[in-house]
């Protein structure tokens, strides 16, 4: 017999000793029945359930310390939320609904090349553009769908309002694109940014001749679109 076991015999016939004049409102208290496994930090009696004190306070062991009490179970949570729960941190003593516990939507970020979906300086669709917009609609239908973001962006030729409009011209295109093709429209929302977040810095500075020029500055004229869902 472990000096433990018979720590506990000993505490269990101190309470039965006791147990004929505890107080009513001991028998109105829920039984704590805990796993039975690893480091257990109360006395238990042979149904594994915590003995209580006439006061109905559990009866803690030598190897009682806030961290067993926090991670020994008694159900699905740990059975300091029974005897200690001004010791317990209280977020491990809340029983998460199935709408807490339901996984977090993901997002899947896809960059469009402006250049595949328009013609410089247009809100066109192309053929190209469209095909992979279809293949971003497929993507969609795959997922319980939150929202569509489409941002379109220009280079910085031509004037800051144009620009701004034109980018505005591009997200819309690719929204109706999308809606034609069974997205909610609700679900698809659009934003123009210009030429305000370009992603070639400095490096098109010194190219010299328009379509140079053009040809360098490709990578800004893009729409970004993000679907946010989850699988």
């Given at each position: 017999m472990t000096k433990q076991t018979k720590k506990q015999m000993?505490?269990?016939?101190?309470?039965?000793?006791?147990?004929?004049?505890?107080?009513?409102?001991?028998?109105?208290v829920n039984d704590v029945v805990v796993a039975g496994k690893g480091e257990i930090p109360y006395v238990i009696?042979?149904?594994?359930?915590?003995?209580?004190?006439?006061?109905g306070l559990c009866?803690?062991?030598?190897?009682?310390s806030p961290a067993a009490a926090s991670t020994a179970l008694a159900g699905n949570l740990p059975v300091g939320c029974a005897c200690d729960k001004d010791i317990v941190p209280?977020?491990?003593?809340?029983?998460?609904t199935a709408a807490q516990a339901?996984?977090?939507?993901?997002?899947?970020?896809?960059?469009?090349?402006a250049d595949a979906l328009f013609d410089f300086d247009k809100a066109v669709l192309k053929t190209e553009g469209k095909a992979k917009l279809d293949q971003l609609a497929a993507q969609a239908k795959s997922l319980k769908l939150e929202v569509?973001?489409?941002?379109?962006?220009?280079d910085r030729l031509g004037s800051n309002t144009y620009n701004q409009r034109l980018s505005e011209r591009r997200a819309a295109a690719v929204k109706t694109y999308l809606v034609s093709k069974g997205v909610d429209a609700n679900r698809v929302y659009t934003e123009g940014k210009g030429e305000t977040q370009p992603v070639t810095g400095?490096?098109?500075?010194?190219?010299?001749g328009?379509?140079?020029?053009?040809?360098?500055?490709?990578?800004?004229?893009?729409?970004?679109?993000?679907?946010?869902?989850?699988?």
């Open positions: 000993l505490m269990l016939a101190a309470i039965a000793s006791i147990g004929l004049s505890a107080p009513s409102a001991f028998a109105q009696d042979a149904r594994n359930v915590v003995a209580r004190s006439g006061a009866w803690r062991t030598g190897y009682w209280a977020d491990k003593c809340t029983v998460k339901a996984p977090k939507p993901t997002a899947d970020k896809v960059k469009l090349s569509i973001l489409a941002v379109g962006h220009t400095n490096k098109c500075d010194k190219v010299g328009r379509s140079a020029q053009i040809a360098c500055l490709q990578p800004d004229r893009r729409v970004e679109v993000e679907v946010i869902g989850s699988k």
